[in-house]
């Protein structure tokens, strides 16, 4: 079972033609649907992103326009996730 629409080419080309079922798997479209409690918990988890990023952004300017730095990658990394942490719910 394989929808080779979104499939890759090669794990698609793999299969023989008389065992594949070109389709959605059925399971797909109810992964899909969200419930109340899940969007709402959807919607917390992009607010409170939300507010790490805005803090990562306002570092990000100060260090490279105010300070003059260049920062890496890994610090990049090492902020952002510092200020997802702070956050309620950081798992």
Known sequence: WIDKSRANYAISRSIP???LLDA???ITPM???KNKTELDGIRRAHLVDGV?????IAWLEHAIHTEGRAVSEVEIDAVLTGFRAKQEGFV
């Open 17 to 19: 033609p008389h065992q």
């Open 31 to 33: 992964k899909a649907s």
């Open 24 to 26: 959605q798997n059925a």
């Open 52 to 56: 790490a990023m805005a803090q990562f």
